[in-house]
């Protein structure tokens, strides 16, 4: 019996050894692309073939170099709009969604029925009222104009308010015999015991804005207040010729959330499985 089960284990490991190794093999492709000179990926494109007679440090150089310097202005400006985006959504999203988890009042399932119907309406669908509402508020060209839209994520609410919901009421009630104020009970008793749901949704957030394209590029008029992912897209010419040091780009822009995917991965996979199931 014990010797089936060391098998399985065996094949279960070796399985997500070789699915591991399928989801790693791009990017060991835009590594190796990324050491290339701008000719041999116009004339082999990407290929996994290594050669290290041709291998060099060029990209990476003109990156930290006064040529490419913008980069970091790029890169700054996304771990600024990153941070904040992040922080700011973690603490209103999970203030609603604790509120809906815990206090009973008049219409909390209405509210509840409005989160999910705008957690399905795509973001390009509200594109434009989120435009004119920035002209309105002067939030063009600003970096508070990319963040202040997303604050509230209708994704991240439902998450704590299911996490919320499977914390035993008994930690409340204690904390109001001993004379705490209500946000006294959320940011001391109940983010406490609710740090595996912000470990997760602080991975998921920060992932979507370090990606986020389409609204920034929609808001954000100056170069110097260019994100990443805007600013390596305008490295693209029909000629080619910046293909590599967007690859080399490229893989210092995975750096950040690889590092705080490593701080975060314990509480990511408690938070998913513990909390994703509560209701």
């Known amino acids: 019996m014990k010797s089936t089960t060391a098998i399985q284990r065996g094949l279960l ?3 997500f050894v070789i ?5 790693l093999f791009p990017f060991y492709a835009l590594l190796l692309a990324s050491f290339k000179e701008p000719t041999e990926l116009l004339r082999y494109g990407l290929n996994v073939k290594l050669q290290p007679e041709i291998l060099n440090l060029k990209n990476y150089t003109y990156l930290f170099s006064g040529e490419g310097k913008i980069y970091f202005t790029w890169y700054k400006n996304s771990i600024m709009i990153t941070v904040a985006s992040t922080l700011l959504t973690l603490l209103f999203s999970s203030l609603v969604g ?7 009042f008049k219409g909390r399932n209405l509210i509840f029925i409005l989160v999910l119907l705008v957690m399905m309406v795509p973001v390009e669908v509200i594109m434009l009222p989120l435009y004119k509402m920035s002209i309105t508020l002067k939030l063009i060209d600003s970096y508070w104009g990319v963040i202040i839209p997303f604050i509230v994520s209708p994704f991240a609410v439902f998450f704590f308010r299911q996490f919320a919901t499977g914390i035993p009421k008994d930690y409340l009630d204690a904390g109001r015999i001993d004379g705490c104020t209500e946000y ?3 940011f001391r008793i109940m983010a406490p015991l609710m740090a595996p749901a912000f470990g997760a949704m602080a991975i998921l957030q920060a992932l979507g804005s370090w990606n986020n394209f389409i609204w920034p590029l929609i808001v954000l008029r100056t ?3 260019l994100t990443l992912p805007i600013g390596l897209s305008s490295m693209l010419t029909p000629y080619g010729n910046n293909y590599s040091i967007l690859l080399s780009g490229s893989i210092l822009s995975v750096l950040p959330i690889l590092i705080l995917f490593i701080i975060f991965q314990r509480s990511f996979i408690s938070g998913l499985t513990v909390g994703g199931v509560k209701g």
């Open 13 to 15: 490991l070796l399985l």
């Open 19 to 23: 699915l591991g190794a399928v989801a």
């Open 98 to 104: 604790y509120g809906l988890a815990v206090y009973q």
């Open 184 to 186: 006294g009970i959320f």
């Open 223 to 225: 170069d110097t207040k």
